[in-house]
């Protein structure tokens, strides 16, 4: 069973950084495509940077501030997020596609505030 887990959320200041962490196990094979979203109070799951194949996307809100890495041996995603604004709080998810099976992590938290 492919699991995703996410960690390295909380609660933070404007401007500063954090990296969030999402380990896939239960495969021993790597996703199609992976990556993080993020669900605002309110609002729906957007996307904020993604794998897919060998192109990498970003969200328009995120571009030159968050940079997504992997990490294959470790089956691992990270999400750098620099020069955090209070419109980045929200729940940031893992996501991964395995052929036609997509998978969710819990997701983690954060909070972006003075």
């Known amino acids: 069973q492919v699991q995703l887990v996410e960690s390295g959320g909380g609660l933070v200041r404007p401007g500063t950084f954090v990296t969030l962490t999402c380990a896939i196990s239960g495969t021993n094979f790597s996703p199609d495509a992976v990556g993080w979203y993020r669900q605002a109070p309110g609002q729906g799951r957007e996307m904020v940077a993604r794998?897919?194949?060998?192109?990498?996307m970003y969200g328009d809100s995120v571009k030159g501030r968050f940079t997504i890495t992997r990490d294959y041996s470790k089956n691992t995603v990270y999400l750098q997020m620099n020069d955090l604004k209070p419109d980045d709080t929200g729940v940031y998810f893992c996501n991964a596609l395995f052929g036609p099976s997509n998978y969710w992590g819990r997701g983690t938290q954060v909070t972006v505030a003075s």
């Open positions: 794998f897919a194949g060998a192109v990498i």
